[in-house]
């Protein structure tokens, strides 16, 4: 394989669709290996769009929108980096010869939770919570009495916790339903009722498909708070038997979702054995520790990967941890503070997003630690994003 320079005719061309703080370090690895980037989202000065040579504003959820733009750049590799995408325009570019990062069917099946869920348990037979569909309140106060409660009401269409939550009660059905119609991103009113997993720990195992075969990043542990992530740590402990039956899921799901990239494989574990819980098929929140644990972070991993480049193994350098930082309000005037007391925190690096606003819950810097064990890596992180605060304006 060969490529000529960003910019000149010979480039090799990757448009990022989606470009938040994870396509702009797929950017920064992409640009690293003299790839030409180009990158979309639905609203100017994101972070990617501030590395990449060139971006475009445009709503990736239009099919017009989309195929108008792709026909006009005439990209190499398509990354799809969000899930709010028309995904059926990128199946049908796919057949048309355009290639798709890991493939058209993988971003398709995950855009959606039942496309996934129902791929998981009732095709491959993977075990996941108990689950229901419901396309009405009436629908999901059935849903909820069959499953029993407590359940995990989320909307089919939204990432990052948006309209989910846990249904104690008869009581708050409704409001659970209400929720998830504000937090969904489509016009779609489906909802996915899923019985509450009791698990004692939840991982991503992060799996890179490439044209070396399969290889399995050491587990990620993490907590989650209102759906979305807080801190992780890698490596986390777990027993043979675990890190078996993970590996056989993580397996299973990305053989059968194929192509080249990096995937973040979600499982819980619980006292019944590992469950699946969900997949990225690109890099993970939570894998952003990897920028301070392993020799190829994720971001590195995944652009290799889809380059066609091989990667003969990873290694796991160091523990660390990762810790963010989230706006308490919606503000467009303010400025992030205590970088001085973070980053005199030994052995730690802080990622600053450059989001143009904030938004109440939204992620805008992370920290990184590396240390001896993850214990003392999770306590320097999150010192480091306890010292950083947001000043609004
Ligand atoms: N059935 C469940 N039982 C218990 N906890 C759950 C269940 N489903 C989700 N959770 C909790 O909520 C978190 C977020 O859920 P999920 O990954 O499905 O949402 P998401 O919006 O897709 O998040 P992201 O986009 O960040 O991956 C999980 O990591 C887990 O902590
Ligand atoms: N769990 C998925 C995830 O973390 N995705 C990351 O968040 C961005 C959206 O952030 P925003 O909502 O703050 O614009 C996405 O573009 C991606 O980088
Ligand atoms: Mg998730």
């Not at 989606?18 to 030409?36: F, P, T, Y």
């Not at 990209?75 to 796919?94: K, R």
């Amino acid at each position: 394989m060969s490529y000529g320079s960003p910019l000149s005719s010979g480039a090799r061309k990757m448009l990022l669709l989606g470009s938040g703080e994870l396509g702009k370090e797929v950017i920064i690895e992409a640009q690293r290996l003299g790839v030409e980037t180009i990158a979309v989202d639905r609203y100017a000065d994101a972070p990617a769009m501030q590395v990449a040579h060139r971006s475009y504003v445009i709503d990736m959820l239009n099919p017009e929108q989309l195929r108008e733009l792709i026909l006009r750049e005439k990209p190499d590799l398509i990354v799809p980096e969000i899930e709010a995408i028309a995904t059926n325009t990128l199946v049908e570019l796919e057949q048309e010869g355009f290639k798709v990062v890991p493939t058209a069917r993988a971003a398709r099946l995950t855009m959606d939770r039942e496309g996934i869920r129902r791929l998981a348990a009732e095709t491959l037979r993977l075990p996941t919570a108990s689950y229901r569909f419901a396309d009405s309140l009436e629908e999901m106060k059935d849903a909820v009495m069959e499953l029993g409660m407590p359940c995990v009401i989320k909307p089919i269409m939204s990432s990052s916790g948006k309209g989910q939550s846990v249904c104690g009660s008869e009581a708050e059905i409704a409001s659970c339903w209400n929720y998830a119609m504000e937090g969904g991103r489509a016009k779609k009113k489906r909802v996915i009722v899923e019985g509450f997993v009791q698990f004692h720990s939840e991982i991503t195992l992060l799996t890179v498909r490439s044209v070396s075969g399969t290889v399995f990043c050491e587990p990620i542990g993490h907590v989650q708070k209102d759906g979305d992530y807080i801190e992780s740590w890698q490596p986390h402990p777990m027993s043979e038997q675990q890190r078996r039956q993970a590996e056989e899921i993580a397996l299973a799901i990305t053989d059968a979702l194929g192509g080249y990239g990096l995937y973040g494989v979600e499982l819980f574990l619980t006292e019944r054995g590992v469950l699946f819980s969900e997949v990225s098929p690109r890099p993970h929140d939570t894998g952003m520790v990897t920028m301070v644990t392993q020799d190829l972070s994720e971001f590195a991993l995944h652009v290799r990967a889809i380059l066609g480049l091989p990667i003969p193994g990873v290694r796991l350098l160091s523990p660390g941890a990762s810790h963010t930082l989230k706006a308490t309000r919606d503000h467009k005037d303010f400025r992030i503070t205590g970088l001085q007391q973070a980053l005199a925190v030994p052995a730690t690096q802080v990622r600053v997003f450059g989001k143009p606003e904030t938004r109440k819950g939204r992620r805008m810097a992370v920290a990184l630690s590396s240390a001896s064990d993850t214990e003392s890596a999770r306590a320097a992180a999150r010192e480091a994003a306890e010292s950083l605060s947001i000043q609004y304006n």
